[in-house]
């Protein structure tokens, strides 16, 4: 909860706010492996669902015209007296979209939950350029915009940073219209990370529709705060601070929305509240078990590495 | 539980009001806070089953009303003033001693710290605190505040009169009411509260417990009279003494004055006196002693005069007077005897020079009698029924008296000479004996009883001179003493006498001795001449009549009229006392009624101790104040 004179004064992020340079270390040691990456991808170190001339044997299948003669395998063509090709596996990147929330409620509260959306977004970011994978960047709010296209190489961690940098405070949260225009980039399928507070003034069901219809792996980042459950932890908080007054009753403004509720914080609201946001928590853990998809509460007043740590089981992480 | 500043009904009253409007308060729609929050999905549906109203919000916070419950209704029980111990115990009354035997050094100082002690042990709404000075104050009503006592005191010093410990004693064992008409006289201290006002009934206290603290004198008599006046009431009275302290060293008191008065005058002159100075204690050889005739205007403050009022004029500046003889009868007794004073009415005043260490016996003064000469008018008839003889007797002896005048206009006589009874004066009637049984018949005012009016006038009149026997003889008939009421209207004394006593053929009376002192006494008598005149001094009974039975149905007992003597060991300071009255009855004259009662020495009481209710109440409404602050500081409290 932010005093209405104190709100929307969003703090300059800069590039060393976005490093985290012990889980850049970390990172190195950290892999994000694929069961299998889309065909028609870039050489690299994940398997393809591409055949091809990897160096692992994979399968046969009979010849064609056009096909390599040199993928014959011409034992098996002495043996029974027919032409098969020998296929082999193919390793080819993964894409990492990564989209980050910068709607105006990321950037409400101190320190702003974009800080550790983009820190986790730079972070995962490292890890996939490390392992040679391609990485967008696709920050989203009322719109996506595309800050940076899917780009690969281990010299390219600074640049994103810088690029995530100079992000500003977008508007109000619009999930559906934001995945509406990813899908429309027609982008090779891939890991799409998702970090917001997933608070879409349009509810979770919008937010469900539009992820329902991403064909990317999905992971979740959901940036919390202790306060999200419990308000009267921040009007203490503020209270003690002097920088709000010490009263329950208050008139909620949604930074996005502008929508306004009278509050009076009794026991029997702040349940009720409490009630509401577990259904919310709730649902979303249960679209992201529906859609196969990880999901990773990220306290936004905690250090992000260490939680972002939790996603990778013995350093590697299989989407 | 009483409550000292206000009843039990409006203390109720008030709490239920604190509880209404605190209710009130919860409940009143608030102006709310304007905060941003990133979403307001969550209160949105936290809001959908408590709908806002439109006037008032529900009552929010209980524990925050029972907890500003409880701080104001313990503000409000302690503007209450509980007492749990109110009504229990005896009702204290502490009477300090102001009169100026108090001056002597550390005497006032050591009374008022005893009162101080006393004070802390008893409780505050059943104790009050009397100044008894030259007139009785209140210093500290029941229920005031110990605080406020030495503020009272500060202005407050032993006064050059005589002590009003009696008088308060006396007056509060009856109620403290019933003798604000009869000479009590009780003015509140600046900021007291009178002790009656505003509180209970106290003819309920059923024990009254009186402490003097000082050497004031109670005497036997107002012991008495107070304790007569406390039964009265249907109360228990018991009275004790804190002393002040040990007599002080003569050398530390000096010389004073010890005893002033004035005496008809020796040389026979009705209209002077003398007067009579003693001074004693140490040095009293070497003080210079300075007699002047002032206005009674002028008397000394605490002073206060019975005699008559001081006059509207401006006063007259003071006469020094001179030719008093001193007589030195030991280096610390000196007497000075100031003769043939003109008794006008002034005022008196002694002063010994230099100063010493108590000035308060330096300074003494006298209200002189007003004595002017009798007017006597003898009536026309009496030539005739008399006779020529007699009269010319009757005009010698009233010549010869120096405190008659004879005047021929009847209408500005005091006393007229007449042959009938019919004189709307003070008339001394010859009647005939055969219209008068008694030879000698008094006239005194309706409701007195004759046979007390005869006793008094025996003295009085001097008939004890007359030769009865030989008068009896010569008349050849018994001769009687009677004593009759007069008419309301009419005159209220009147003498009637045989004429036959003064027939020169038939008794020889007129050339009697008797006979002189028989008219002037009588002319006396009927003009109610003052016989008494002021005198006091240490060490003796102070002098006193028996008030005339013709001036007053209640009879009362007049002291002297005389200024301020000290006493060198028991510091008796007397001044112009003004009349101690009793309701009912006659104060015997005899001298065991001035003796000092013995009044038992105070016993250590054990008041309430420790901290009253008021200190508690404000000690656990400041621990919930402190508690309510930490709670609110830990966010367990809007």
């Known amino acids: ?319 | 539980m009483t409550f000292t500043t206000m009843t039990g009904g409006a203390v109720a009253l008030g709490l239920a009001a604190l509880a209404l409007a605190l209710y009130l308060l919860q409940r009143i729609r608030v102006r709310h806070e304007e905060v941003f929050v990133v979403t307001t999905l969550f209160w949105r549906e936290a809001l959908e089953e408590s709908r806002a109203r439109t006037l008032v919000e529900r009552f929010r916070h209980p524990l925050a009303y029972a907890l500003a419950l409880l701080l104001g209704g313990l503000l409000w029980f302690a503007a209450a003033g509980p007492d749990h111990a109110r009504e229990a115990g005896p009702r204290h009354v502490l009477l300090l001693d102001g009169s100026a035997g108090m001056a002597l050094p550390g005497r006032f100082a050591a009374a008022t710290a005893a009162l101080e002690r006393e004070l802390e042990a008893l409780p505050r709404d059943r104790t009050e605190v009397l100044w008894c000075g030259a007139d009785v104050s209140t210093l500290l009503a029941p229920g005031e505040d110990r605080a406020l006592l030495r503020a009272r005191l500060a202005g407050h010093a032993p006064e050059a009169a005589p002590a009003s410990v009696e008088r308060a004693l006396v007056a509060r064992a009856g109620g403290g009411a019933g003798f604000v008409g009869s000479g009590y006289v009780e003015r509140a201290a600046s900021g007291a509260r009178r002790a009656d006002a505003g509180q209970a009934p106290r003819q309920s206290d059923a024990q009254l417990r009186c402490v003097v603290f000082g050497d004031a004198p109670v005497r036997a008599a107002a012991y008495t009279l107070a304790l007569d006046a406390a039964r009265g009431a249907g109360r228990e009275l018991n009275v004790a003494r804190a002393q002040a302290g040990a007599p002080a060293a003569p050398e530390a008191v000096g010389s004073g004055v010890t005893a002033l008065g004035v005496s008809p005058s020796a040389s026979g002159a009705w209209t002077t006196v003398d007067v009579l100075v003693a001074v004693r204690g140490v040095g009293a050889a070497e003080r210079q002693v300075a007699l002047t005739l002032a206005d009674p205007s002028a008397l000394p403050a605490g002073a206060a005069s019975a005699g008559p009022s001081a006059a509207a004029a401006p006063a007259p500046p003071p006469d020094t007077l001179a030719g008093a003889v001193r007589t030195v009868l030991a280096p610390d007794h000196v007497e000075l005897l100031l003769r043939d004073v003109p008794a006008n009415g002034r005022m008196l005043q002694v002063a010994l020079t230099p100063s010493d260490a108590l000035a308060a016996d330096d300074v003494a003064s006298v209200l002189l009698p007003e004595r002017p000469r009798i007017r006597v008018a003898l009536a026309a008839d009496l030539a005739a029924a008399i006779g020529g003889e007699a009269l010319e007797a009757l005009r010698s002896a009233l010549a010869a008296d120096s405190a008659v005048e004879v005047v021929p206009d009847r209408a500005n006589a005091n006393v007229v000479f007449t042959a009938t009874a019919d004189a709307a004066q003070p008339a001394l009637v010859f009647a005939s004996a055969a219209d008068q049984v008694e030879a000698i018949l008094l006239g005194h005012a309706p409701g007195l009883d004759s046979r007390d009016v005869i006793a008094r006038a025996l003295g009085e009149l001097g008939l004890d001179r007359l030769d009865a026997a030989t008068l009896a003889a010569e008349l050849g008939r018994e001769l009687a003493v009677g004593a009759a009421p007069l008419a309301a209207a009419g005159p209220a004394r009147r003498v009637s006498l045989w004429r036959e006593l003064v027939a020169p053929g038939v008794t020889g009376f007129l050339e009697e001795r008797a006979f002189p002192l028989l008219i002037g006494r009588a002319v006396r008598w009927l003009a109610e001449a003052p016989s008494v005149t002021p005198y006091v001094a240490v060490g003796r009974t102070v002098p006193h009549r028996i008030a005339d039975v013709a001036s007053a149905v209640t009879a009362s007992v007049e002291l002297a009229e005389v200024a301020r003597v000290a006493d060198r060991g028991a510091s008796l300071l007397l001044g112009a006392l003004p009349p101690l009255a009793q309701p009912a009855g006659v104060l015997a004259p005899d001298a065991d009624a001035y003796a000092p009662a013995g009044l038992p020495p105070v016993t250590a009481s054990e008041g309430p101790g420790g901290w009253r209710a008021l200190t508690w109440l404000l000690l656990v409404a400041l621990v919930l104040t402190c508690a309510e602050w930490a709670l609110f500081q830990r966010g367990r409290m809007p």
């Open chain 1, 1 to 319: 909860m932010i005093e209405a004179s104190q709100a929307f004064v969003s703090p300059e992020l800069t590039r060393a706010d976005l490093f985290d340079t012990a889980f850049l270390e970390a990172a190195e040691r950290l892999r994000l492996v694929a069961r299998r990456v889309a065909p028609r991808g870039r050489f690299a170190d994940q398997r393809s669902r591409d055949r091809g001339a990897g160096l692992e044997f994979q399968d046969y299948r009979p010849y064609v015209a056009g096909d390599d003669m040199r993928a014959i395998d011409w034992t098996v063509y002495q043996r029974l007296g027919r032409v098969f090709l020998r296929l082999f596996e193919e390793h080819e990147d993964l894409p990492l979209y990564l989209l980050p929330d910068v709607s105006r409620s990321a950037w409400l509260e101190r320190p702003p939950r974009a800080r550790a959306g983009l820190r986790a977004a730079l972070a995962l970011a490292a890890v996939s350029l490390g392992q040679h994978d391609s990485v967008g960047i696709f920050p989203f709010a009322e719109d996506l915009t595309v800050l940076q296209r899917p780009t690969s190489g281990k010299g390219r961690l600074m640049e994103l940073a810088s690029r995530m940098a100079t992000l500003t405070p977008g508007g109000a949260t619009d999930v559906r219209k934001a995945m509406q225009r990813f899908r429309a980039l027609g982008l090779r399928e891939g890991l799409c990370v998702v970090i917001s507070d997933f608070f879409d003034p349009a509810g979770l069901s919008a937010i469900e529709d539009a992820l329902r219809g991403v064909r990317h792996k999905l992971l979740l980042v959901q940036l919390v705060r202790a306060s999200d459950r419990d308000p009267s932890l921040a009007r203490r908080a503020a209270a003690t601070s002097g920088r709000a007054g010490s009263g329950d009753d208050l008139r909620v403004i949604d930074c996005e929305s502008r929508a306004v509720h009278d509050v009076s914080l009794t026991a029997d609201v702040l349940a009720r509240y409490r009630a509401a946001y577990d259904r919310f928590n709730e649902g979303l853990a249960a679209f992201a078990r529906s859609r196969n998809a990880g999901l990773l509460a990220l306290d936004c007043d905690a250090d992000v590495a260490p939680q972002l740590a939790q996603l990778f089981e013995n350093g590697r992480r299989e989407v």
